[in-house]
């Protein structure tokens, strides 16, 4: 029979507590975690694509815009037909801005056309809220024509910072 002496104990004892106080261990969770680490699908509701030739000259660079009221609509479909007939294609969409709010996305002025953006999804996160966007370049040649993509689509109203994020 072998005799433990004092060291194996301690050794015996650390590694005991240890383990004891490893496994009695839950991670720390903070309520508001889950919803940072998990963000909600927004539903959207109109889902309208267009593109610009206006050389730029309509001001739109390119990031996102949060139109929260019918006066910020018409202002905006104002800026829109400076150099295109886009008007039109909006003119008779439904808007209720108590209820919703329309959001925008420029994407940068190209020299060529075949450029496009797809609207992805909206997500709400406890701070923001995240627009994903989907570019995609031309295949092969393209018109030699500057053109600017952009999408509009409805999400219900809220005081979130609105972001973008582009996947390719």
Request: net charge negative; aromatic share 14%.
């Amino acid at each position: 029979m072998k005799n433990f002496n004092y060291p194996d104990y301690a050794s015996l004892f650390f590694l005991v507590t240890v383990g004891f106080m490893y496994s009695s261990c839950q991670p720390i969770k903070d309520s508001n975690m889950e919803e940072f680490e998990n963000p909600q699908v927004i539903e959207t509701g109109i889902e309208e694509y267009g593109i610009l030739y206006g050389y730029g000259s309509e001001g739109f660079n390119q990031g996102v815009f949060v139109l929260k009221s019918i006066d910020e609509w018409n202002q905006f479909l104002a800026q829109i037909d400076l150099s295109n007939q886009a008007v039109q294609k909006f003119s008779n969409l439904e808007l209720n801005f108590e209820k919703e709010m329309v959001v925008a996305y420029f994407d940068k002025v190209r020299t060529t056309g075949g450029y496009s953006v797809s609207f992805v999804n909206a997500l709400l996160f406890q701070d923001k809220i995240q627009i994903m966007i989907q570019e995609k370049s031309p295949n092969g040649q393209a018109t030699t024509v500057m053109t600017q993509p952009f999408f509009i689509v409805t999400i219900p109203t809220n005081d979130k910072l609105v972001q973008f994020e582009i996947r390719e």
